[in-house]
C-alpha cells in the first residue's frame, strides 16, 4: 500500500488558537486529497476535497473559513483549523488519491484536543 | 446521495467463533465496497474489497457482496482477542473521486477469551 505521513498525531492547543496539519504522500503524487473528521464514538465523515493547485470543496456543514486547506503540490496537504473551539476537537484523517484512484490511503490521524 | 447503513452493535463472540458483520446501501448503482478495521485512536486499515457478487475470502476473512439486495457482509472466522475493533462498511465515489468514501457508522466487535 501507499505510504502516507501525517503529523503531527496529537495536539493539545488553547482555544482560540491555530492548528495545521501536514499530510504528504510519500511514494505516490496525490492529485486529490480527501480530509476527514471523527467525532467520539463516530464514524468518518468526509470534511472536504482538494485536488492539487485548486480551491478545496467542502461538504456541507463544514467551515471553509475555519478549515483552511492547501495542496499547493502533489506530495502535501494542510488542514489548518482556525480559531479552534473545543467543539473542534476530533480525530482528523487525510487520505490522498493518486491518478489510478484504485483504493483508499489514510494517513495516521491527528488527535486534536482543544481546551 | 450514498447512505450506509451498519449495526453499530456492540457485538460480542467467545474467541474461536465466527463474527458476522452486515451492510447494507442505498446506491444500486455502487460497484465496489470496502471493509476497514480500527482500532481505537488509529486510522482505518483495509481488510477487504469486494466488487463481485459472490464471495471473497482473506485468510480467515470472508467478505460476500449481493447487489441484489444491496447487502454486503464480513464474516470473521476463528475470531481472536486482536480482532477486537470497530468494523467500518465504506463505498467508494463514482469516477475519479474513487477515493472519496461514505463510511457505514461503524460495528463494534469485542471478542473474548
Known amino acids: 500500500g501507499a505510504v502516507v505521513s501525517q503529523h503531527p498525531s496529537w495536539v493539545i492547543c488553547k482555544s482560540g488558537t491555530s492548528v495545521k496539519i501536514e499530510c504528504r504522500s510519500l511514494?505516490?503524487?496525490?492529485?486529490?486529497m480527501f480530509w476527514y473528521r471523527q467525532f467520539p464514538k463516530q464514524s468518518l465523515m468526509l470534511m472536504a476535497t482538494?485536488?492539487?493547485?485548486?480551491?478545496?470543496?467542502?461538504e456541507q456543514g463544514v467551515e471553509k473559513d475555519k478549515f483552511l486547506i492547501n495542496h499547493a503540490s502533489l506530495t502535501l496537504s494542510t488542514l489548518t483549523v482556525t480559531s479552534a473551539h473545543p467543539e473542534d476537537s476530533s480525530f482528523y484523517i487525510c487520505?490522498?488519491?493518486?491518478?489510478?484512484?484504485?483504493?483508499?490511503?489514510f494517513g495516521q490521524g491527528t488527535r486534536l484536543t482543544v481546551v | 446521495q450514498k447512505e450506509v447503513e451498519q449495526n453499530s452493535g456492540p457485538l460480542s463472540v467467545p474467541e474461536g467463533a465466527i463474527a458476522s458483520l452486515n451492510c447494507t446501501y442505498s446506491?444500486?448503482?455502487?460497484?465496489?465496497f470496502f471493509w476497514y478495521r480500527q482500532y481505537s485512536g488509529k486510522s482505518p486499515e483495509l481488510i477487504m474489497f469486494?466488487?463481485?457478487?459472490g464471495d471473497k475470502e482473506d485468510g480467515r476473512f470472508t467478505a460476500q457482496l449481493n447487489k441484489a439486495s444491496q447487502y454486503v457482509s464480513l464474516l470473521i472466522r476463528d475470531s481472536q482477542p486482536s480482532d477486537s475493533a470497530t468494523y467500518l462498511c465504506?463505498?467508494?465515489?463514482?469516477?475519479?473521486?474513487?477515493?472519496?468514501?461514505?463510511f457505514g457508522q461503524g460495528t463494534i466487535l469485542t471478542v473474548h477469551p
Open positions: 465504506a463505498v467508494p465515489g463514482g469516477g475519479t473521486s474513487y477515493g472519496k468514501l461514505t
Open positions: 487520505s490522498p488519491q493518486g491518478y489510478l484512484g484504485t483504493e483508499a490511503f
Open positions: 469486494i466488487y463481485s457478487n
Open positions: 446506491d444500486r448503482g455502487s460497484q465496489s
Open positions: 511514494d505516490f503524487q496525490a492529485t486529490t
Open positions: 482538494s485536488n492539487e493547485g485548486s480551491k478545496a470543496t467542502y
